[in-house]
């Protein structure tokens, strides 16, 4: 199991920024993907942004334009780079790791989650 440690969440005003990194850990393995949920108060769980080992990137509709998702893999890092910030952002944020298994599939690590609180 990969240990995914995550950092940078808080409370920033509407418009604000906030960068969150993840680092991850015990992977024997690149991680084939990388990215980001939130889930907010009320609302589905969403697949917020990924990336892929090439750096092949994919947002959602509700953060294009505005968040930007990378990758380290030197260092097992993703960060997810977030401007413009709205109320609507606030949510907590998840990061995951798809990793090679050796069953020809893939296992998913997740985090434990920061909060990001965007006040109007």
């Known amino acids: 199991q990969v240990q995914l440690a995550e950092s940078g969440g808080g409370l920033v005003q509407s418009g604000g920024s906030l960068r969150l990194s993840c680092a991850a850990s015990?992977?024997?393995?690149?991680?084939?993907?990388m990215g980001w949920y939130r889930q907010a108060p009320g609302k589905q769980r969403e697949l917020v942004a990924t990336?892929?080992?090439?750096?092949?990137?994919n947002y959602a509709d509700s953060v294009k334009g505005r968040f930007t998702i990378s990758r380290d893999n030197a260092k097992d890092t993703v960060d997810l780079q977030m401007n413009s910030l709205k109320p609507e952002d606030t949510a907590v944020y998840y990061c995951?790791?798809?990793?090679?298994?050796?069953?020809?599939?893939?296992?998913?690590?997740w985090g434990q989650g920061t909060q990001v609180t965007v006040s109007s």
């Open positions: 015990g992977s024997r393995f690149r991680p084939a993907v």
């Open positions: 995951f790791v798809d990793v090679y298994s050796y069953t020809g599939s893939y296992d998913r690590d």
């Open positions: 990336i892929t080992i090439d750096l092949s990137t």
